[in-house]
């Protein structure tokens, strides 16, 4: 992103491919109209009015709530790309959110105006190898909420009072979700898609997780939802590690500083009353940290790789290879809303103490929102896990 960018040009509707626009019809919205927070230029996000979306016929338009900052706000704010997504224009930021059905396209049988909704943000095309295949959170025309497009274009976010979405990528909440959980299925849907689905965690596994940011602390929520038996958590900050205990009393926690990778990996075993462990999941991206998982799971197992570390890093590969230790790489998710729901819905696991800071959908609240996901701290001095965005009828 340049430091001076053109005015946003005609903005792309929500979830249709420009190629295959479908027949549309103009949503009526309420007076206040169209509000969002648009990264305008690096360092520079704005609240300001925006076009009002346009439903295809088997989309809805969704009255935004809730909405999560992510990392990945933060660090297009503050570097207006993250690896080959750079953004060559204004694009509305914020991807974990939740809303209010107002409106939906005529193919739409089930939702309805006033269903609450968890929104999946990414878009697949449904046509590729990959698709057909049942990978499409790895399609290469995927369009992602808050994520430059496969051919330039701002990829949109939902940190906007409306926004429209395909109604197949829109989840019913139950009563016994809250919309604040339901924006949670999106960063939770990242340790589903690794424990359930890339691990493969069984009842009463023993599995660990090296990392104990807000990921590796979803990935210990999940986990210990779905049944483990024990569930080991590695970390350099005793913070961190404190911090988890006090909403997952059961689990074994391990500081490893100035441990090497082989030492890391018998401590592990100890910890596992001396036993090899059923799989581990990577959310810090350390070469250290892969290595040691490799050492400490037993013969046949997974490490799954979350963390986003250096892209060349050097690994035990012979011990991997003749123990068949399987290296899963994670993108994503796929196929995780329903089960995210399903264990909010049964109170398997509680994701409240991770609301750490909550703000209003002002220009004011935005700014702090954001300043305090950057440095990892609020106002109030408190560490800064989650900040959600409240996006309440009828403000400005």
Known sequence: MS??????????????????????RLCTLPPCGNTAW????????????????????????????????????????????????????????????????AEVGENVTDLAPGDRVA???????????????????????????????????PGHGSLARYVAHPAKWCFKLPESVSLEEGAFCEPLSVGVYACEQKAKIQQGDSVVIFGAGPIGTLCALVANGMGAGRVLLVDIQESRLDFVKTILPDIVTLNSTDLSPEELAEQLKLKNNG?????????????????????ACRSGSTVCLVGMGKPVISLPILKASI???????????????????????EKKLDVGPLLTHRFEFTAESLLDAFETCKTGVGKDGRTAIKCMISIEPGES
């Not at 698709?131 to 399609?139: E, F, M, P, Q």
């Not at 036993?275 to 050492?295: F, H, N, P, T, W």
């Open 3 to 24: 430091d001076v960018v053109p005015p946003p040009a005609p903005v792309p509707v929500h979830g249709v491919s420009k190629k295959k626009k479908k027949k549309t």
């Open 38 to 101: 648009v990264l305008q230029t690096i360092q520079d996000a704005q609240l300001q009015p925006f076009p009002a979306p346009e439903i295809s016929n088997d989309e809805v338009l969704v009255e935004i709530r809730r909405v999560g900052i992510c990392g990945s706000d933060v660090h297009y704010w503050q570097h207006g790309r993250i690896g080959d997504f750079v953004c060559c224009a204004p694009m509305v930021l914020g991807h974990e959110s939740s809303g209010v059905v």
């Open 119 to 153: 929104l999946e943000p990414g878009v697949p095309c449904e046509e590729c190898k990959q698709c057909l295949s049942g990978k499409y959170n790895l399609c290469p025309e995927i369009r992602f909420f808050a994520t430059p497009g496969p051919h330039d274009e």
């Open 275 to 295: 036993a090899e462990l059923d799989g581990a999941i990577d959310c810090c991206g350390k070469e250290s940290a892969i290595s040691a998982a490799i050492q």
């Open 323 to 345: 123990r068949e230790i399987s290296l899963e790489g994670v993108f994503r998710y796929r196929n995780t809303y329903p089960k995210c729901i399903a264990l909010l819905s």
